[in-house]
């Protein structure tokens, strides 16, 4: 079983930006997707890094999200600019695609207009 640990959420303001960060033992050998839920919704894929770094994002988040792995950290990055309200969610990064064990605490980004 992977485990990840999702961090760097926060509240900011629409129109700034944020970095999330997902790191753990094993992630360089594994495609990593990061997801969000937001309230009342169900989970939804963002974008996906396949282990030699090719990405692959939702059409409708594609310009605004970039995901980046560091081999040297253990760590995936997603970074968000442009925030806006709607984004407001709990990201998870998982492996891809998803497996049920590897779900976490996820970090909650908050986006305020």
């Known amino acids: 079983q992977l485990q990840l640990v999702e961090s760097g959420g926060g509240l900011v303001q629409a129109g700034g930006s944020m970095r999330l960060s997902c790191a753990g033992s094993g992630i360089n050998n594994r495609a990593i997707g990061w997801y969000r839920q937001a309230p009342g919704k169900q989970r939804e894929f963002v974008a996906r890094a396949s282990i030699t770094g090719v990405t692959s994002y939702q059409d409708s988040l594609r310009g605004r999200f970039t995901i980046t792995r560091d081999y040297d950290k253990n760590t995936v990055y997603l970074q968000i600019d442009s925030l806006k309200p709607e984004d407001t969610a709990v990201y998870y990064c998982?492996?891809?695609?998803?497996?049920?064990?590897?779900w976490g605490q996820g970090t909650q980004v908050t986006v305020s207009s």
């Open positions: 998982n492996t891809w695609p998803p497996n049920t064990n590897n």
